[in-house]
């Protein structure tokens, strides 16, 4: 990935973006679409990514290699996640269980290591990690996991879910994910303070997303 150039969107992305190479700054990013460079009106709205590009493009330039590097970067992050959620996952105490997995047993070590190792090298993510406007997935990807791995802390969980949003929109699945993991696990209920802070977020930034738009 290291020796890529720039490919299909990459250029027009951030290369040849006045948002991002301009002097336009943080506050034009967080008040234009994300094709702003090429259109007038656009339905998409990523500013951390674009903040993340602007911000490389400070500290390298248009030097392609930089911008690869810290996407296989993010990709470590991201596998780091999918490891403590999938070690969390497997050795949550199941309803009824009567207190969990006893002491001492990591019996999610190695799932959630298969997991991760899984993760990290599956084909699939290749576009995700090589090119370079797959970075939105990237960041999507870290703040969900991140915000699931800290689902008890409602307010910390709201934050990172904010900034996935504010990553790429398909960020909007952790609702969904919790409520099948809580569905799984007979707690429905006892999520209600993580569901308020998740629903306030959301109607915070589809407010934020209607007037940028």
Not at 58 to 82: E, F
Request: hydrophobic share 50%; with cysteine.
């Amino acid at each position: 990935a290291l020796r890529n150039g720039f490919t299909f969107d990459d250029p027009l992305i951030v290369v040849e973006n006045p948002l991002v190479a301009g002097e336009g700054g943080l506050r034009a990013i967080f008040t234009s679409h994300y094709w702003a460079s090429q259109e007038r009106h656009g339905n998409l709205y990523r500013p951390l990514t674009m903040a993340s590009y602007w911000l490389n493009y400070r500290m390298a330039g248009g030097r392609p290699w930089s911008y690869h590097l810290v996407n296989l970067l993010l990709h470590g992050a991201v596998t780091g996640l999918v490891y403590l959620v999938f070690r969390k996952l497997v050795n949550a105490p199941q309803a009824g269980a009567g207190g969990g997995m006893p002491p001492g047993e990591a019996r999610g070590e190695p799932v959630a290591a298969i997991g991760a190792l899984l993760f990290a090298t599956h084909p699939i993510h290749t576009e995700a990690v090589v090119s370079v406007v797959g970075r939105a997935e990237l960041m999507a990807a870290l703040f969900v996991l991140a915000a699931w791995r800290l689902r008890e802390r409602a307010w910390a969980c709201a934050a990172l879910f904010a900034c996935g949003l504010l990553s790429k929109e398909n960020a909007v699945v952790l609702p969904g994910l919790l409520f099948v993991e809580d569905m799984l696990r007979h707690r429905v209920r006892s999520s209600w303070r993580t569901y308020l802070a998740l629903g306030a977020t959301m109607a915070g930034f589809l407010a934020l997303r209607a007037a940028v738009l």
